[in-house]
């Protein structure tokens, strides 16, 4: 049995959701639902802002541009924010939008946009990111909105790792071992923080500081040297298969 309902269609809101709550949508959302999925009055559409849950409600007052959204019950709980910390070297535009995408299909809780020696892009477009976020959610039913830090460079980014938090070091020149035993063999539980490089891979000093840090796991993702889009993927798709949250 599906875990939820893909009947209807699922909308990231920020007003508080409740029995009863009335959420006025903007222009953009109301477009979306009147117009391009050509629901009116009385059809269903799942609403959830991150905080409270996933709400049944009903369109109301459809204008051509302008709707409100009605709550009935609540069909999910909030569940817990995901604890895998995701700090990878942002890429450029499309790569970074797919980056973000599947990051958060993946179950990651915090994206880390992270500068490094070799990092192509020099800024990223933080709404653009969180925008990326919420429609990945919206799309897959993910309940908890990851959250989407500032990007910073790798030492402060490091600098502020909770000792306790595991470093997953996604390193191209790691020797060619398979990473599933030394992953099953953490503590289950342990608070996991992933990093990719970007398509210039790690600086030698950076690899030279990395391997320095206690609580680092450096580990390969095989014979091949994968694209920085594809390593975020394989790495996502190992450590959950190795300690993730199947529950
Ligand atoms: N030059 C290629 C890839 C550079 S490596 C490109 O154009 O994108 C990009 C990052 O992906 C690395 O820094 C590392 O974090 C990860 N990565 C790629 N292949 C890997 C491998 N075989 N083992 C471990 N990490 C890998």
Redesign the pocket.
């Known amino acids: 049995m599906a875990l939820y309902d893909f009947s209807a269609p699922r909308l990231f809101v920020e007003p508080d959701l409740g029995p009863g709550a009335e959420i006025e949508l903007d222009r953009a959302q109301a477009n979306y639902l009147l117009n391009v999925l050509r629901l009116g009055p009385g059809k269903a559409v799942l609403a959830f802002n991150g905080r409270d849950g996933e709400w049944l409600m009903e369109i109301r007052s459809a204008g051509r541009k302008s709707a409100s959204l009605v709550a009935g019950e609540r069909t999910r709980p909030q569940p817990e924010p995901g604890n895998l910390a995701f700090l990878f070297a942002p890429l450029k535009h499309a790569r970074l939008d797919y980056t973000v995408q599947k990051a958060v299909e993946m179950g990651v809780g915090r994206l880390q946009p992270t500068f490094t020696r070799r990092t192509v892009s020099s800024r990223v477009n933080a709404e653009r990111m969180r925008a990326n976020a919420i429609e990945a959610a919206e799309q897959c039913g993910i309940l908890a909105v990851p959250e989407v830090a500032a990007e910073d460079d790798l030492e402060p980014v490091l600098r502020r790792l909770e000792p306790e938090r595991v470093l997953v070091f ?3 020149d ?1 020797p060619l071992k398979n990473p599933l035993e030394a992953l099953a063999a953490l503590p289950p539980g342990t608070r996991l923080a992933l ?8 600086a030698p000093e950076e690899r030279a500081m990395l391997l320095a840090r206690p609580n680092v796991l450096r ?4 014979p ?5 889009d594809t ?1 975020a993927v394989a790495a996502l798709a190992i450590l959950q298969a190795a300690i993730g949250d199947w529950r």
């Open positions: 996604c390193d191209e790691a990093l990719v490089g970007p398509e210039g891979g790690f580990i390969s993702l095989g091949r040297i994968l694209r920085a390593a």
